[in-house]
C-alpha cells in the first residue's frame, strides 16, 4: 500500500467511522502495539474517531482531541468496514467495533504498526516525526520540490523512496513515475537539469492523483473489500519485463538497483 491506497482508505474510513465511539478492540498480534495490550485497550476504549487522514505510507486516527492511533500496514494489510449483519472476513488479527455496532476488520499479510500516542507527542515518535511532505500536499509545489532536491547526494531513485524526503512513494508507483520522466533510477540527484525536475514532479503528482481516480492498485482492497482499478493495463513498464516499450518498443527490462528492482526502457531512460 502505498499513498493513493492509504489516502482512499483515509477518505472511506472518515465518511463510515467519523464520529463513532469505540467500544471494544481485539488484537491478535500484540506485537504490533507500542503498549501492553490491556493498556492500549483501556486508553482507546470509549474515546470518538474524530479524523482520519493518510500521511505517506501511515494512516492517522485521531481520536478525540489528544490521542493518535497510527496504522502502517508494513508489507500490506486489509482494512475492512463491516456492518452488524455483515458476515466478518474468515482471518483477521486486530478487529474494532464502534458505538453503532459496526466497525472494521485488519487483516495484515507480514507485520504492520499499530501505535497509540498522545497527539502531542507525535514529533518524538521514531518512525513518522521525520515523516516528508506527501506529493498529494498543497505546500509540495514545484518550487519546494526543487529545494528539496538541492545539493542532495545519491541516485534519484533512492531519494524518492526515502520517506523523510517525501513520503508515500514505494516501489511500485516508483516505476512509472521514472519512466513518464525520462530518468534511469540510478541517475544522480545532483545531474538533474531544471526540465527533468519539472517532468519528474508533474509525473509524480500525474502517477498518484491518477491512481487515486481509479481506486488504486488492482491487488489492494479499499475499505469495502473492493480492489483497485489501477493494474498491468495502467502500468507503463511496471513489472512488465520483456514487453515493448509503449513509447519506443524496445523491449522492458528488469535491472537491480540497490535492494530493490526496477523496470526501466534503456532507450527511454539512458543511464
Ligand atoms: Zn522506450
Known sequence: MELPELTILARQMMKEIAKRRICEVEVANPKCLNVPLEQFQKTIIGKTVSSIEGRGKWLFIKLDADYLLLFNPGMGADVIHFKPEDRLPDKYQI??????????????WWFCYLHLIRADELGE?????????????NEFTFGYFKQLLNNKRGNIKTFLLDQKNVSGIGNVYIQDILFNAKLHPMRTVSSLTDTEIEALYKSVRWVMNESIELGGLA????????????????????YKPGEPCPVCQTPIQKIKTGSTSSFICSNCQPS
Open 95 to 108: 478487529k474494532f467495533t464502534l458505538d453503532d455496532e459496526t466497525g472494521f476488520t485488519i487483516r495484515v
Open 219 to 238: 491487488y489492494e482492497k479499499d475499505f469495502y473489500g473492493n480492489k483497485g482499478g489501477y493494474g498491468k493495463g495502467q502500468f507503463k513498464i511496471a
Open 125 to 137: 515518535h521514531k518512525l513518522v516525526a521525520k515523516l516528508g511532505m506527501t506529493p498529494l500536499d
